[in-house]
């Protein structure tokens, strides 16, 4: 029971281009998503979040964008740098409590020099 | 810059045997979770605790688990009598709000 999905195990980007991470739910009753880095051997560390108020939410080269009618949010990260290279979670709260918090799968991002 | 710390970084146990994993989250956090992720997996919550009692569990979180937060610093999840699929790394995070949670390095557990 995937509720949170991220269909993409990988992607490989060029530095200094684009990077564009998507995510997928499928529960209606989300209304808090955040996106989560993860470098091996590490926690995931906190990036960005938004709201389902929300359309977009932009932080220095993190952008978030939320598609509430298509359930569907993506991260873009510009220009992309090597230490992005890092595993993204894409999560999201709010059922029954801000509490808990459902992860998708995760992508792997190679930022390739 | 402060942070979430867990100890010990790696811990091995026989089947059977009770666990204790211990967590110091930042200290003005309010909120107190515990996570885990099975290696090759996803992330799954298992608890969430405020005010001195958990607030939230997943169907992970059985009578097997109990969380306590026993000195207002320490933070501890345990583990009363370990399977082999509790092998996984353990994630304590705390938070000031629970919109967002900063994440501890983690304990690997292995069960054997």
């Known amino acids: 029971d995937q509720q949170v999905k991220q269909n993409s195990p990988s992607l490989s980007v060029q530095e200094g281009r684009i990077s564009i991470l998507n995510c997928d739910y499928t529960n209606s009753m989300f209304d808090y998503f955040l996106w989560y880095k993860k470098y091996p051997a590490e926690g995931p560390t906190f990036l960005i979040s938004?709201?389902?108020?929300?359309d977009k939410n932009e932080d220095g080269r993190f952008t978030v964008f939320l598609n509430k009618s298509a359930k569907h949010l993506s991260l873009h990260i510009v220009p992309s740098q090597p230490g992005d290279s890092a595993v993204y979670f894409c999560?999201?709260?709010?059922?029954?409590?801000?509490?808990?918090?459902?992860f998708g799968p995760g992508t792997s991002l190679s930022v390739i020099p | 810059e402060p942070e979430v710390t867990q100890t010990p970084s790696h811990q091995v146990t026989q089947m059977g045997q009770e666990v204790i994993l211990r967590c110091v989250p930042i200290s003005n956090h309010l909120y107190f979770y515990w996570y885990r992720q099975i290696l090759g997996q996803k992330v799954e919550f298992l608890v969430s605790f405020y005010n001195n009692e958990i607030s939230e569990k997943s169907e992970i979180f059985d009578d097997q688990f109990s969380v306590e937060r026993p000195d207002g610093s320490n933070f501890t999840l345990k583990i009363r009598s370990t399977k082999l699929e509790d092998s996984a790394m353990y994630f304590c995070?705390?938070?000031?709000?629970?919109?967002?949670?900063?994440f501890g390095q983690g304990t690997r557990l292995t069960v054997v």
């Open positions: 995070a705390s938070g000031m709000w629970n919109t967002e949670a900063f």
């Open positions: 999560a999201a709260s709010g059922e029954t409590s801000y509490d808990k918090v459902i």
């Open positions: 938004i709201s389902s108020i929300k």
